[in-house]
């Protein structure tokens, strides 16, 4: 790479010469690389770049080296070879024009003056030296700014944003274009500082992450693959690219439907040999305007596994929980009656003790079986019939349901959504009884209405003016209730069917004032 003098032409012939960008170290670029990549950094296409230059420019060896326009501008010139005449041309003979009349004028007045031969010759050389001297002069004064600009822009295109070019500070034209290619390679350096800080990220993140990612090319021949891919295959990358989707066994994983959801895949990978669940995403990208697919692979049996076991635990945790209970009362009681019944002679109340236990007995299995009735019915709910549902008449009729406490409904624009007519209604009895139960408290009422989201969704919401919520982290817990005699479904019940309409539910403490909010988001 040339030094200053070197790559613009003699300084302060154009008014404008390239210098390298300060580096970081303070040293000034000559033969080293661009500043902004490091040795593991710098891509083909900036080594090319400089070599190019450096060509153009001449060897390193060369002291003075005239800055010349780009090779692709020379070789475009030369295939245009029929202009009569270049730009240097034009200026040349412009200037030449120019300055033609006084010099003519100037021969002349010498012609017919009384000069002596000698003065006549002499003065006629000078002003010919003149007059061709400053019309090159002010040819190089058009064409090297314009040759400088043309290496500079011919740096930027081949990707080197080092170089800068000096004599922006004027306020003339060639001074802000100056100011502006140097802006551009400024911005374009920072960018590529952000890209290949952000290909450095995505490469991290994709060699860390346990999901097997691959890329295919439009031929279906791998072009990508992370760790976590090469331990799925069992094959490293090196070996794995190039090679088709049949010939790595994916060729299924690419035949799933390209959409947001993720397919369930089961099938045994060479990395392990194991039948497993596998979670299947298929997307497209495009790579310098070729279309690639991107294909992800995750492991399901391990999380579907915890969230059993989990499930499982949750189960036993509520179902031990009743039945203890349940059964600890009928065995106290089970065990006094067998005590009463074993003495001699029997008490003269022995009758109504037995009778008393036995109600006791008779209570706790009533209790345990409505227990397994709701259990069954939490566990049973069908899927939705989806049919034309207004909101009106379905909130105006729940709410008239309500007797113990007044509900007032407050009229919203008529909407209809799809939905299945009994779950729903079933769904707003639930938060309505909620929202009574909370307000018979504090002697409040409840208000019931909907609205409109604007983004094709509706939202109906039930308030009360009970005690508000003191701890929502159980309130969707199956069988957790604080109501006597409460069975603990209502509001997950409740949540199933939102969420089986594809919407929502939330409670949330009522802002400013006292009680709670329940929030139904469905779609319309």
Known sequence: MKSEEQVSGRPGAGGVELKPAPVASGRTLSA???????????????????????????????????????????????????EPLTHEGRVLLMTLAAGAPAVLVSLVLLW????????????GVLIACFWLGFSFAVQGRVVRPLQTVSNLLASLREGDYSFRARGGRGDDALSEVIREINALGGTMREQRIGALEATALLRTVMAEI?????????????????????????????????????????????RVSETDETHTLTKAFPGDGVVRRWGVRRSSFRERGVPHQLLVIGDLSRPLREEELKAWQRIVRVLGHELNNSLAPIKSIAGSLLSLLSRGPLPDDWREDVRSGLDVVSARAESLSRFMESYARLA???????????LGPLVRRVAGLETRVKVDVLQGPEQTVEADADQLEQLLINLVRNAADASLVT??????????????????????????????????VPFFTTKPGGSGIGLVLSRQ???????????????GARGCTANLRLSI
């Open 497 to 511: 069917i939102a969420e089986a309409h594809g919407g929502t539910l939330t409670l949330e403490n009522r802002r």
């Open 210 to 254: 346990d999901v097997a990612i691959f890329a295919f090319d439009p031929e279906g021949r791998l072009r990508l693959v992370n760790r976590a891919g090469e331990r799925l295959l069992a094959t490293p990358e090196e070996r794995a690219s190039g090679r088709t989707s049949e010939e790595l066994g994916l060729e299924d994983c690419l």
């Open 32 to 82: 080293a690389a661009p500043q902004e990549s490091s040795p593991d950094a710098r891509t083909p296409e900036t080594v090319v770049g400089q070599l190019s230059r450096m060509q153009r420019h001449g060897s390193l060896g060369t002291s003075v080296v005239r800055a010349r326009a780009p090779e692709s501008a020379r070789g475009g010139r030369a295939a245009r070879g029929r």
């Open 112 to 123: 017919v003056g009384d000069y002596t031969p000698k003065v006549f010759w002499t003065l």
């Open 380 to 390: 049973r709910l069908p899927p939705p019939r989806l049919v034309p549902v207004e």
């Open 443 to 476: 002697k409040g009422g409840v208000r019931v209405g909907w609205r409109g989201t604007g983004n094709g969704h509706v939202e109906l919401w039930v308030e009360d003016e009970g005690l508000g919520i003191a701890n929502t982290s159980n309130l969707f």
